[in-house]
């Protein structure tokens, strides 16, 4: 365990407070800087005031409508309250409200954010701020359960004509130039099939426990529910090794399905997926939504399809696979995907835009 910082280091904040206060009041939040002024002498309840009066402005409306200085004035306030708990040796308190100003507040303050979290995880060392990998059962199995993948029973639990269409390709020894010019500029998609063996992660993230002890603490936004469409889905923030007690328990009868929140480039680094891909050519027979929020995402339930309602969507032709561990997939623009796990997995998406690609 490393010594444990006096203080925790804010020069942002001590930077741009004055300014930042000063639009709050612009914006009316009187209030909110009077406990802020209270907050920054160290008063704790101050602090949580302020964050509760920040968290009331991000809720406010939908997200993107919410004033940028509201989200820093929550990183703010997140930020006093982690001093102050940090002062009290609340590590693990203070760890929690520094994640949640990282989720969601403004980019103003997120240096500070960083290296606070950088200093409390480093002062916890491997046992975690107040017990970590110590506490539940993950620390009794080294190793996710090895599922077996046999293809009639995997075809039982996967929609009507899986594995009977088109197969997504899948190539090794791939260069930049062959991608760019067989599947990107074509838009076509592809599995990369030898491109993450060195990857750290694709033999540490076997181990819970080992998960646990690195993130364990860490507080992650995560979605409860078999996807966003379903009536019973929603959000949480919940401890990281709340997350994995949820997956490794495969119990979804109290919360549902959980997934972390968060596929041009979609890289499956532990266990396996059924990915089934339409073109976009096909978009009117997916019956997207007509709500410009959910334009993007089609009525179509794959696991139950209603033929009176959605009559051209049973015979669409598709593309399909079953990514395997190591194996990257490039989803080209505009492609709909249904992706289905068939063990405990975790997954990486890469995103980019052309804007992006160009500099």
Same mark, same amino acid.
């Given at each position: 365990?490393?010594?444990?910082?006096?203080?925790?280091? @804010?020069?942002?904040?001590?930077?741009?407070?004055?300014?930042?206060?000063?639009?709050? *009041?612009?914006?009316?939040?009187?209030?909110?800087?009077?406990?802020?002024?209270?907050?920054?002498?160290?008063?704790?309840?101050?602090?949580?005031?302020?964050?509760? @009066?920040?968290?009331?402005?991000? +809720?406010?409306?939908?997200? +993107?409508?919410?004033?940028?200085?509201?989200?820093?004035?929550? *990183?703010?306030?997140?930020?006093?309250?982690?001093?102050?708990? +940090?002062?009290?040796?609340?590590?693990?308190?203070?760890?929690?409200?520094?994640?949640?100003?990282?989720?969601?507040?403004?980019?103003?303050?997120?240096?500070?954010?960083?290296?606070?979290?950088?200093?409390?995880?480093?002062?916890?060392?491997?046992?975690?701020?107040?017990?970590?990998?110590?506490?539940?059962?993950?620390?009794?199995?080294?190793?996710?359960?090895?599922?077996?993948?046999?293809?009639?029973?995997?075809?039982?639990?996967?929609?009507?004509?899986?594995?009977?269409?088109?197969?997504?390709?899948?190539?090794?020894?791939?260069?930049?130039?062959?991608?760019?010019?067989?599947?990107?500029?074509?838009?076509?998609?592809?599995?990369?099939?030898?491109?993450?063996?060195?990857?750290?992660?694709?033999?540490?993230?076997?181990?819970?426990?080992?998960?646990?002890?690195?993130?364990?603490?860490?507080?992650?936004?995560?979605?409860?529910?078999?996807?966003?469409?379903?009536?019973?889905?929603?959000?949480?923030?919940?401890?990281?090794?709340?997350?994995?007690?949820?997956?490794?328990?495969?119990?979804?009868?109290?919360?549902?399905?959980?997934?972390?929140?968060?596929?041009?480039?979609?890289?499956?680094?532990?266990?396996?997926?059924?990915?089934?891909?339409?073109?976009? *050519?096909?978009?009117?027979?997916?019956?997207?939504?007509?709500?410009? @929020?959910?334009?993007?995402?089609?009525?179509?339930?794959?696991?139950?399809?209603?033929?009176?309602?959605?009559?051209?969507?049973?015979?669409?032709?598709? @593309?399909?696979?079953?990514?395997?561990?190591?194996?990257?997939?490039?989803?080209?623009?505009?492609?709909? +995907?249904?992706?289905? *796990?068939?063990?405990?997995?975790?997954?990486?998406?890469?995103?980019?835009?052309?804007?992006?690609?160009?500099?």
């Amino acid at each position: 365990m490393a010594a444990v910082p006096a203080e925790l280091p @804010m020069p942002t904040l001590d930077a741009e407070s004055e300014n930042l206060l000063q639009n709050v *009041s612009e914006q009316g939040g009187y209030a909110f800087v009077n406990l802020a002024a209270l907050a920054a002498g160290g008063d704790l309840r101050a602090a949580e005031a302020a964050r509760e @009066m920040a968290w009331e402005q991000l +809720h406010s409306g939908p997200w +993107h409508s919410v004033l940028p200085v509201w989200r820093d004035a929550y *990183s703010m306030s997140c930020l006093r309250m982690a001093v102050a708990l +940090h002062r009290a040796g609340d590590w693990r308190e203070a760890l929690r409200v520094l994640d949640l100003g990282l989720i969601m507040g403004g980019n103003l303050l997120r240096k500070d954010l960083d290296s606070a979290v950088e200093l409390i995880m480093r002062s916890c060392g491997d046992g975690g701020c107040g017990g970590g990998a110590g506490e539940g059962s993950l620390e009794e199995r080294s190793e996710w359960c090895s599922e077996s993948c046999d293809k009639a029973e995997v075809i039982r639990v996967l929609p009507n004509r899986s594995l009977s269409c088109k197969f997504v390709e899948k190539r090794s020894s791939l260069s930049l130039e062959a991608f760019l010019c067989d599947y990107f500029i074509s838009g076509v998609p592809v599995i990369i099939s030898d491109c993450m063996a060195d990857w750290p992660a694709s033999t540490k993230w076997k181990d819970p426990a080992y998960l646990k002890k690195i993130a364990g603490d860490r507080t992650v936004p995560v979605e409860v529910g078999k996807n966003y469409l379903c009536s019973k889905w929603k959000q949480e923030l919940i401890p990281f090794s709340q997350f994995l007690e949820r997956i490794q328990s495969n119990d979804c009868s109290a919360a549902g399905p959980t997934y972390l929140a968060q596929h041009p480039l979609f890289d499956q680094v532990v266990g396996r997926k059924y990915v089934r891909l339409y073109p976009a *050519s096909v978009s009117e027979d997916l019956y997207p939504f007509t709500e410009s @929020m959910l334009s993007n995402s089609s009525q179509v339930d794959l696991d139950n399809i209603y033929d009176k309602e959605f009559p051209k969507a049973r015979d669409l032709d598709f @593309m399909d696979c079953i990514l395997e561990q190591g194996q990257m997939l490039y989803i080209p623009p505009k492609w709909w +995907h249904y992706v289905k *796990s068939l063990t405990t997995s975790f997954s990486v998406s890469f995103w980019w835009n052309e804007m992006a690609a160009n500099t």
